[in-house]
C-alpha cells in the first residue's frame, strides 16, 4: 500500500495546497509509513514555476508543522506516504520522483512488476536511474515520450502510451511544471474530490477528502484523469496485463 494525496486548488481559493497536502498524507499514513514526502508548484514572479520537493524518512505524523518542510505556499501541490516494496527505505527512494528537467513530478502507489526489463530497456537508450524504485521507470517512460513526441510537454496521450507498458497494479499521480495534474488509477484505489470554487483532489482514500471536498468521483480501475487548465477529463486506458482491481 501507500497514500497519494494531491491539491489544485482554484484561482480564488485563499488556501495553501502545501498545508492540505501535508494535512492530507497525514491522514492517510496508515497506507504506508517508512518514508514520506511532499512536492509543491512555487509560482514565480515571471511566468515560469519550479517544482520543489521535500521528503523525510520516518513518520509523518511526527512532524507538528508544515513550515518544518521549508515549502512554499502553493496552489497545486501532491504528497506521498511510502511504504517500500523495491529500494531501502531512503530519502532518495521516498517519493515524490522529479523529471530530470524538473518538468513534472510524479507519486505511485503499487509495483511496476516488469520494471527490471524496462530499467534495462532505458539504461540501453541511455536513461540513467537515481533510485533503486521502480517508480523511477514510470518517470523515465514519461520523459521518453515528451522526447519522442517533441512537444515540450506531458499531455493525456503521452501519459497513457507510456502507462500501457507497465504491468502490475500502479496507481499514480503526476503534477506538471504548467500546473496540470494526470492521475491514472490501475489496481490501487484512486478518488477525485471537487472542492468549492472548483478545486480539485487527488486521494487514495475519499474518507480522507471529507475536510476538503464537497463530492467525490470514485476512479474505475483503468482510469486516465487530467486536470489540465482547470478542465477535468476522464479517459478510459485499457491495458493487457488484467488484475483484480482493489
Ligand atoms: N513500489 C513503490 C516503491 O517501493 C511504491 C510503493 C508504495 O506503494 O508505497 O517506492
Known amino acids: 500500500m ?15 495546497a502545501t498545508e492540505l497536502v501535508f494535512q492530507g498524507i497525514k491522514r492517510i499514513e496508515y497506507r504506508g509509513y517508512d518514508s514520506w514526502g ?8 515571471t511566468s515560469s514555476s519550479e517544482i520543489k520537493v521535500y521528503k523525510k524518512i520516518g513518520k509523518i505524523s511526527e512532524v507538528k508543522s508544515v513550515a518544518e518542510l521549508k515549502l512554499p505556499a502553493a496552489r497545486t501541490a501532491l504528497g506521498h506516504t511510502r511504504w517500500a516494496t523495491h529500494g531501502g527505505v531512503t530519502e532518495v527512494n521516498a517519493h515524490p520522483h522529479l523529471a530530470s ?8 502507489n503499487g509495483v511496476v512488476e516488469n520494471y527490471q526489463a524496462l ?3 532505458l539504461q540501453q537508450q ?62 490501487s484505489p484512486l478518488v477525485v474530490g471537487r472542492g468549492g470554487a472548483g478545486s480539485i483532489y487527488f486521494s487514495s482514500d475519499v474518507l480522507s477528502m471529507s475536510q476538503d471536498a464537497i463530492e467525490y468521483i470514485a476512479i474505475d480501475h483503468g482510469q486516465l484523469v487530467s486536470y489540465v487548465d482547470g478542465q477535468l477529463h476522464i479517459h478510459h486506458l485499457t491495458r493487457g496485463t488484467e488484475i483484480t482491481p482493489v
Not at 497514500?3 to 488556501?15: E, H
Not at 528537467?101 to 505511485?108: H, M, P, R
Request: glycine share 10%; with cysteine.
Open 119 to 121: 530499467k534495462n530497456k
Open 126 to 187: 541511455g536513461y540513467t536511474f537515481k533510485t533503486q524504485t521502480d517508480t523511477e521507470v514510470i518517470v523515465r517512460l514519461l520523459e521518453r515520450s515528451v522526447q519522442k513526441a517533441k512537444g515540450g510537454k506531458l499531455t493525456a496521450k503521452l501519459v497513457s502510451q507510456a502507462v500501457k507498458q507497465l504491468d502490475g497494479r500502479s496507481t499514480v499521480l503526476i503534477m506538471t511544471v504548467e500546473g496540470d495534474m494526470y492521475a491514472f488509477r490501475y489496481g
Open 38 to 45: 511532499v512536492a509543491a508548484l512555487k509560482q514565480k514572479k
Open 2 to 16: 501507500c497514500g497519494i494525496y494531491g491539491v489544485s486548488l482554484s484561482p480564488s481559493s485563499q488556501k495553501n
Open 101 to 108: 528537467d524538473g518538468s513534472f513530478v510524479l507519486v505511485q
